[in-house]
């Protein structure tokens, strides 16, 4: 939840749904980490490639026509598109020889320095707004 004295900061319209902190009796506005939608893209476009092993991804159970899948398949895409743009990962990786390969290959395995995950998921279910499911 943003509370109503920093909502404006977020540049969205004022129509946007309002909740009540059921710790604090504060009313503010439902917002969401961008990471969690993100996540959520990346595992369907992930399942959406093995259509053998999840024969009932969600569009099988509510019987969305294959234009509104590929819908939020694209906006998955997009959206991870304007992410990985956005934030654009600047470290480099190296090529080595590979045994029993020609040429030399890419290491992917360069060292990052990370955002503690972990923490950021407590800290949502922490400060999530109980039964309210959008």
Avoid at 82 to 101: A, I, R
Wanted: charged share 25%; proline share 7%; glycine share 4%.
């Amino acid at each position: 939840m943003v509370s109503m004295e920093d909502f404006p900061k977020l540049q969205k319209p004022a129509d946007a749904l309002q909740v009540t902190d059921p710790k604090t009796g504060e009313t503010g506005y439902r917002v969401g980490l961008e990471v969690f939608h993100q996540l959520h893209c990346l595992n369907l476009l992930r399942m959406s490639t093995y259509p053998d092993y999840y024969p009932k991804l969600w569009w099988s159970d509510t019987n969305d026509k294959p234009e509104k899948v590929r819908a939020h398949l694209d906006h998955c895409i997009e959206i991870l598109r304007m992410n990985l743009m956005c934030l654009s990962d600047v470290n480099v990786f190296t090529f080595h020889p590979q045994e029993g390969k020609e040429g030399y290959w890419p290491d992917y395995e360069s060292h990052h320095v990370c955002r503690n995950f972990d923490k950021i998921k407590d800290w949502a279910n922490d400060n999530a707004m109980p039964d309210l499911d959008v």
